[in-house]
């Protein structure tokens, strides 16, 4: 999840930086997002893919997911990605369980289908959180009904 903005007066990235004793030398400031129900006192960084570290995830050829130290380390000292989303916490699912809901195949019921599209820069980092659910599942329904045609 990256449009569940936790409220400002809660907590931001900076805050973050200070609990750890990180010296934040750029004056790197964001939100916070709730990234899912699991791990809630970890950070996730979902971010363009200009900047890397050893433990970087590639999403796709433009977003990346960074779990550790070093992207804040990078932001920090003002060399980190461009673009990104500071989560707190992680969705997960057991194995088989992602592809079973998204299919609505035995035992999950159709109505369990998900609608899907492609992550880009613009509907994960440029859409504003209070509208990006919105925006998302009309970009997903125009895609499925495009299909049709």
């Not at 903005?5 to 200070?18: P, S, W, Y």
Request: aromatic letters at 8%; proline letters at 5%.
């Amino acid at each position: 999840m990256i449009n569940k903005r936790i409220k400002n007066d809660q907590a931001c990235l900076a805050d973050i930086m200070n609990h750890i004793s990180m010296e934040n030398l750029s004056g790197v400031d964001a939100p916070l997002y709730i990234g899912g129900p699991l791990e809630k006192s970890r950070i996730c960084l979902v971010h363009s893919s200009d900047w890397s570290s050893a433990s970087t995830h590639v999403i796709n050829k433009d977003i990346s997911i960074t779990t550790d130290i070093s992207v804040l380390v990078a932001l920090s000292g003002g060399y980190g990605p461009e673009k990104f989303r500071a989560v707190c916490g992680i969705s997960s699912w057991g194995p088989g369980q992602l592809e079973g809901e998204q299919s609505g195949e035995e035992p999950w019921e159709p109505y369990h289908s998900w609608l899907d599209i492609p992550a880009t820069p613009e509907n994960v980092f440029d859409i504003d959180h209070e509208d990006q659910w919105l925006h998302t599942v009309s970009q997903a329904v125009n895609h499925e009904v495009n299909e049709w045609f």
